[in-house]
């Protein structure tokens, strides 16, 4: 997910820091897309990690995103660093 404000010296993601970059999706297309490797991912007991950036800065489509997996037999995971301050 896009957006961290923590900028780690060694962070192999600098292309999610940005919170101005506008990649819009909805929970249902994201779920969509997920579905689409639901043959590979419950077979192999395999499941969703969410990771960025800071996933915590979009708690609101977090919450909605896992509890839309979980619904759907989805398992989940979270990366994050637990920094949820706003600039
Ligand atoms: S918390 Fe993670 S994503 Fe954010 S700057 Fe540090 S290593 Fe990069």
Redesign the pocket.
């Known amino acids: 997910m896009q957006g ?5 010296k ?5 292309d ?2 940005s919170t101005s970059t506008n990649n819009l999706i909805s929970v249902s297309e994201l779920v969509e897309k997920i579905n689409r490797y639901e043959k590979y991912i419950k077979p192999s007991n395999g499941g969703v990690t969410i990771s ?3 996933p915590l800065l979009q708690i609101e489509f977090l919450i909605s995103l896992f509890e839309e997996l979980k619904s759907l037999g989805y398992h989940t995971a979270l990366d994050t ?1 637990r ?1 949820v301050y706003n600039k």
């Open positions: 961290c404000h923590l900028k780690c060694y962070c192999q993601n600098r999610t820091w960025g950036g800071e660093s920094n």
